[in-house]
C-alpha cells in the first residue's frame, strides 16, 4: 500500500473487469424418444377419460427439461402429479359450471364469464408461482414473487384498454406483460431484469403489419383484377369466379403462415435479447427463414401422417427454439444462492393448461 503523501508509485493493482463468456442452451430431446412418451401418455389419457393427462404433462414437462441443458447441466421439473390433478378436477368443475350457467339463462352465462375474466389475473398470478418453483437448475429452484395488484392491472386492465381503443395499446400490453413476468422472476435470490422499451415492441409489430399488409394488398390487386375478366365472362364467371376466390383465401393463409413465424421470431428475439439475470445478459438469435421453414414442413408432415408426426414437430421447434438462445455470462454460474419461494397453485396450473395458455418463462 501508498504511504500517504509519498512520491513513490502505487504497486497496487486493479483487477480487469471480467470478461463475459458464452453459454450456449442446447437440447438434445430427439423425435423418436418423444414419440414413444407422446404416443403412450396420449393412449392412457384416452383410456382413463383424462385423469392420466397430470401425469403425462410431468413426463412431457420432464422430458423437455431433463434435455436441456445450460453449462453442461440440464434443468428440472418437479410438479406433483397429484397436485395437478387435483387443479385440473376443479378447474373443470368451474368451466362445466360456466356452461350450464349459459345454458340456463345468458344472464346468468354472462355473470359466470366476468366471475372467470375477473378471476383470471390471479390464477395467471398463481400459475407462475406454481411454474417457476417446480422448476429448478443445478438444485436451485426459481420462484416468482409479484402481486395480485399487478397481475390484474398487467392482464385485465391493460387488454381492457387494447380492446377499446382498437389493439392501439396491444404493443404497450405485451410490453407490459413481459416485464412482469421477467423482472418478478428469479432463480434463487438473484432477480432477473427486463429493458425492452414499448416502442420496440411497436416497431416489431408496426413491421409485421406493414409486411403482412403488402402481402394482402398484392393478393387482393392480383385477384381482383383477374376477377373483372372472369366475371366479364358469362359463361364461366360462377365457376372461375369460386376457383378464383379459393385461390385467393390459399393465398391469403398461406402468407399468413409465413408471417407468424417472422413475428414468432422478432418477439422472441426482442424480449431475450433485452433480459438478464443479475449481470449475465441473455441473447436470442432466431432467424425468420429457419423458423418459417420448420413450421411449414412440420405442418406438412403432420398432414400427411394424420397427425403422427406431431411430437417430431415439437422437437424440431423447440430444439431451434432453444438453441437459438445463449447466455452472457459474467463469472461463474455457480454463484447463486437458494431462496424460499411461494408454491403457487395447481388449481391455477390445471386451468392454465384446460385454456391452452403458455404461462412458462
Not at 76 to 82: D, I, Q, V
Amino acid at each position: 500500500m501508498k504511504p500517504p503523501f509519498s512520491d513513490e508509485p502505487s504497486l497496487e493493482v486493479t483487477a480487469p473487469p471480467l470478461q463475459p463468456t458464452v453459454e450456449a442452451f442446447t437440447f438434445s430431446g430427439r423425435g423418436s424418444e418423444y414419440f414413444c412418451i407422446w404416443i403412450v401418455n396420449l393412449l392412457l389419457s384416452i383410456v382413463t377419460l383424462g385423469i392420466y393427462s397430470a401425469w403425462a404433462k410431468v413426463r412431457r414437462t420432464r422430458y423437455f427439461y431433463d434435455n436441456t441443458n445450460l453449462n453442461s447441466s440440464s434443468f428440472e421439473y418437479h410438479g406433483n402429479p397429484l397436485a395437478i390433478l387435483k387443479g385440473r378436477i376443479i378447474a373443470v368443475v368451474l368451466i362445466a359450471a360456466y356452461n350450464i350457467a349459459f345454458q340456463l339463462s345468458p344472464i346468468l352465462g354472462l355473470l359466470a364469464l366476468l366471475l372467470m375474466l375477473g378471476a383470471l389475473p390471479w390464477l395467471i398470478w398463481k400459475s407462475y408461482q406454481f411454474k417457476l418453483y417446480n422448476s429448478s437448475y443445478r438444485g436451485i429452484r426459481f420462484g416468482f414473487r409479484g402481486n395480485a395488484k399487478e397481475s390484474y392491472v398487467k392482464y385485465l386492465l391493460l387488454p381492457i384498454l387494447s380492446v377499446i381503443t382498437a389493439g392501439l395499446l396491444l404493443p404497450f400490453a405485451h410490453q407490459r406483460s413481459k416485464k412482469y413476468l421477467h423482472e418478478e422472476s428469479k432463480f434463487g435470490k438473484t432477480h432477473f431484469s427486463f429493458d425492452a422499451s414499448a416502442g420496440s415492441f411497436y416497431k416489431a409489430y408496426l413491421i409485421a403489419a406493414a409486411i403482412a399488409l403488402v402481402g394482402y394488398s398484392v393478393i387482393f390487386m392480383i385477384f381482383g383484377s383477374t376477377a373483372l375478366v372472369a366475371f366479364g365472362d358469362p359463361k364461366n364467371a360462377g365457376r372461375d369466379a369460386l376457383g378464383l376466390l379459393s385461390l385467393m383465401f390459399f393465398c391469403i393463409y398461406a402468407w399468413t403462415f409465413l408471417i407468424v413465424p417472422l413475428f414468432l421470431s422478432m418477439i422472441q428475439n426482442l424480449i431475450w435479447s433485452h433480459t438478464k439475470l443479475g449481470q449475465h445478459q441473455f441473447h436470442s438469435s432466431l432467424k425468420w427463414s429457419k423458423m418459417a421453414f420448420i413450421m411449414i414442413t412440420n405442418l406438412i408432415g403432420i398432414a400427411v401422417t394424420l397427425g403422427l408426426f406431431t411430437p417430431f414437430a415439437q422437437i424440431r421447434a423447440l430444439k431451434y427454439r432453444v438453441e437459438s438462445v445463449t447466455l452472457n455470462a459474467v463469472g461463474s454460474l455457480d454463484n447463486f444462492v437458494a431462496d424460499k419461494e411461494a408454491h403457487g397453485s395447481a388449481t391455477s396450473e390445471g386451468i392454465s393448461d384446460l385454456l391452452d395458455f403458455d404461462l412458462s418463462l
